[in-house]
């Protein structure tokens, strides 16, 4: 039952709250219908619109992935838009810095970066919560806003001389491939979607079937009893961090080399696939192959709703409406899956009503 649960659970939701959207298109005298098949063409009736779809979900798979690990190890990791933005900046810096290398060496050089990057940003909040048990919400919160600001001032005065955005990256530092644009007519999908897929399978195995990926597990769900079986509870608490940013920082990256491929001033606003992250690792159940789905769902609603305005005369800020109660939805899934245990307990409770009239 309880696998059951977890896979209607965030079906559910993703259609109460398409649901949700249609009425709040025919209050506002809207065709929901028109509506939403703009939103599908949009987001999966062409070459074009698959690609596109992808693209965005790629970042989205490496931040939720970043979200659930420090999730499963008992941390809200609402930093993962800051730890995201350095990866960025870090990847697009070393693009730059190496315009005439080969890409053997720029391109893994960059990505190592990006993540390294993440990592050393989400470890402060590591180190602060593992010595001095501070909030790790309030830390990173925080700690968004100032990697907002850093980034805005390393671009407009270190990277540049007071420009908007940096150059471009050169093919060498690139995740763009040509066979892959043109197999989707022009699209801004990259190689990107393959890393994140393979790190979808590499952390399922770390947090299913190593001793590491055990032990952070124990860390969740108890610090103390982990401490008492011998486990190095600080250590891991670090260690989680730090993974989890470095995912986030390789989310970065995907927008960092695959899709702008540079990098601008945010203007006080930390980047979305952040934010985004979160949400789709929770409708995911922060399972990696929950966060692959979430984040098709996301990219799909993301590029399907840019579609809507001219398909059917339907404001794209319809879709953030959709992902916003899809969040909210998720957010209060324990009356799903109350109404799910009830509608069991009565159906069992007819039968053995039924069973007992019968004898």
């Known amino acids: 039952m309880k696998r059951y649960t977890s896979i209607i659970v965030p079906i559910l939701t993703v259609v109460i709250g398409l649901f949700f959207g249609a009425l709040v298109m025919w209050a506002f005298k809207y065709d929901a219908v028109a509506g939403y098949k703009a939103l599908w063409q949009g987001a999966v009736g062409t ?4 690609g596109q779809t992808i693209r965005a979900a790629t970042p989205l798979i490496f931040t939720g992935l970043g979200f659930a690990v ?74 968004n806003y100032v990697a907002v600001y850093i980034n805005d001032y390393l671009i407009r005065y270190v990277m540049t001389d007071r420009a908007d955005a940096s150059p471009f990256v050169g093919p060498n530092a690139s995740l763009r491939i040509q066979w892959l644009t043109d197999l989707t007519k022009g699209s801004t999908i ?75 001033l945010m203007n006080g606003t930390a980047p979305e696939i952040g934010f985004d992250g979160m949400a789709v690792s929770l409708l995911g159940a922060n399972n990696p192959l929950g966060i692959v789905f979430a984040s098709l769902l996301f990219g799909g609603l993301k590029t399907g709703g840019t579609f809507m305005p001219l398909g059917a005369e339907v404001p794209s800020e319809i879709v953030n409406i959709v992902i916003a109660l899809i969040i909210f939805f998720v957010g209060s899934k324990y009356i799903i899956t109350y109404l799910l245990n009830l509608k069991k307990q009565t159906t069992v409770s007819a039968a053995n009503i039924q069973e007992g009239s019968e004898e």
């Open 70 to 143: 420090a999730y499963t190890a008992g941390f809200f990791n609402i930093g993962v838009a800051g730890q995201a933005l350095f990866g960025w900046f870090a990847s697009v810096w070393v693009g730059l810095l190496f315009p005439e290398a080969s890409g053997w060496l720029v391109l893994p050089l960059a990505i190592l970066a990006g993540a390294l990057a993440g990592a050393l940003w989400a470890g402060i909040a590591g180190i602060l919560k593992a010595y001095f048990n501070t909030s790790e919400v309030i830390v990173t919160i925080m700690l």
């Open 47 to 50: 070459p074009f619109a698959i």
């Open 190 to 264: 990259h190689a990107g979607i393959f890393l994140a897929l393979a790190f979808a399978v590499i952390i399922y195995i770390f947090m299913q079937k190593t001793t590491f990926g055990f032990e952070l597990k124990a860390v969740g769900l108890n610090k103390f009893a982990a401490q008492f079986a011998g486990m190095n509870a600080t250590r891991n608490i670090i260690l989680a961090m730090m993974l989890s940013g470095a995912l986030a920082g390789l989310g970065g990256v995907m927008s960092g080399l695959g899709e702008f491929r540079n990098i601008f």
